[in-house]
């Protein structure tokens, strides 16, 4: 198993770098706005990024690290696998489904009258910013840590990808719900905590991997609800309240088997 240990660190610095030097510019910048209306107002205080959301992420996140470095931790990681292993679960691959599970049930719910946080343009928004952050963290992580996988099929096993989308989708369900219903907010989390016990029961990730992925994926929700007053006032255009039409659309696709989301805006 070969680690790029320096290289991951490096890395990982680097992020944290610029989104602490974003959040420093965001915070000293002062923006000049001639009789600023008092929703803007409330929307700029609601969205600044709260520090202690950040906490259980870097948990999750350091003990992912150390079970690349730290003895004891990897020791934790084989006999987590040995484990499964002697319990013999049926493998199945609904964990390939179910990481989208708490995204789903969002939109489903909102589309029954049970309503979100937000509406259908801006809480696509903040999703696919979600997942663009979340593919961000994981694939050059994947490439510069080359961990073998428990099945030893490649090297991209830290940290796990499907944990990371699960997490991030269950974090995303939790803060459109959090505020009207709680206990609701908390329905995608067996989901995300499914795929993760699952990637590990079809021997593809170790239980650093799993661990690590879950907090990239909640970190990566959280950051996207942070940036979307910025990217919402991008994409709007200067000078234009939520009450004007948008001149830009954001709209999932299916075509030649492949899912995506289509973005497109007039000028």
């Known amino acids: 198993m070969k680690i790029c240990h320096s ?13 602490s030097r974003v959040n420093a510019q965001s915070n000293n910048d002062t923006i000049s706005v001639q009789e ?5 107002i409330l929307s700029i205080k609601a969205n600044k990024l709260n520090y202690k959301s ?3 992420p870097a948990v999750l996140i ?49 589309a029954v009258g049970i309503k979100g946080k937000h509406n259908l343009r801006d809480r696509t928004i903040i999703y696919a910013s979600s997942q663009l952050i979340v593919a961000a963290f994981t694939m050059p992580l994947k490439y510069l840590v080359k ?19 699960a997490f991030s989708s269950a974090q995303f369900m939790f803060r459109e719900y959090k505020d009207t219903n709680f206990w609701l907010s908390l329905s995608g989390y067996p989901f995300a905590i499914f795929t993760g ?63 995506g989301i289509g973005f497109v805006k007039n000028f």
């Open 7 to 19: 290289k991951t660190l490096i890395y990982l610095f680097a992020l944290i770098s610029v989104f």
């Open 36 to 40: 600023p209306k008092q929703d803007s």
């Open 54 to 56: 950040l906490i259980v």
């Open 62 to 110: 350091s003990y992912g690290i150390a079970g690349l470095t730290m003895n004891n931790v990897k020791q934790l990681n084989v006999s987590t696998r040995t484990e499964i292993g002697e319990h013999q679960p049926t493998r199945m691959k609904l964990d390939n489904y179910t990481q989208y599970a708490p995204a789903v049930m969002v939109y489903g719910l909102n």
């Open 147 to 165: 961990e073998e996988r428990p099945d030893g099929s490649n090297t991209l096993s830290f940290p796990s990808g499907h944990a990371a989308t």
């Open 197 to 259: 016990v699952y990637r590990m029961v079809n021997d593809k990730h170790w239980l650093g991997d799993v661990v690590a992925g879950a907090g990239f994926g909640i970190l990566s929700t959280e950051l996207a609800y942070w940036l979307f007053p910025r990217i919402d006032n991008l994409l709007r255009g200067k000078g234009k309240s939520k009450n004007t039409l948008s001149s830009s659309m954001i709209m999932p696709f299916y075509q030649n088997k492949t899912v």
